[in-house]
């Protein structure tokens, strides 16, 4: 079955840098996008970033863009998420996503990023 584990997400002080992974399992990892997502509290679920499945195209939230970097390790199985110069809006769940086709939409548990001093 698909799996999604995220971890990396902890405690960082404004400016500075926490990097997420994303280990995945269940599916041809090299053949499908990948995203992360975040949800901070009382908000909607919001996209982040997106790494095409060769990691020759990326994008992102103009929220994050100049601060945040998406890749892939396709011998690895792992996506990961680089955040710099953090904030504290920047504080939420941050879950990997792949959608493998109609219905087939699976999510990580989620890793949560705490930025304050």
């Known amino acids: 079955q698909v799996q999604l584990v995220e971890s990396g997400g902890g405690l960082a002080q404004p400016g500075g840098s926490l990097r997420l992974s994303c280990a995945a399992s269940g599916f041809t990892f090299s053949r499908y996008d990948m995203s992360w997502y975040r949800q901070a509290p009382g908000k909607e679920r919001e996209l982040v970033a997106t790494?095409?499945?060769?990691?020759?195209?990326?994008n992102y939230a103009d929220s994050v863009k100049g601060r945040f970097t998406i890749s892939k390790d396709n011998a690895k199985n792992t996506v990961y998420l680089q955040m710099n110069s953090l904030k504290s809006e920047d504080t939420a769940v941050y879950y990997c996503?792949?959608?493998?086709?109609?219905?087939?939409?699976?999510w990580g548990s989620g890793t949560l990023v705490t930025v304050s001093s």
């Open positions: 996503n792949v959608v493998l086709g109609i219905a087939k939409d699976y």
């Open positions: 790494i095409h499945t060769t990691g020759s195209s990326t």
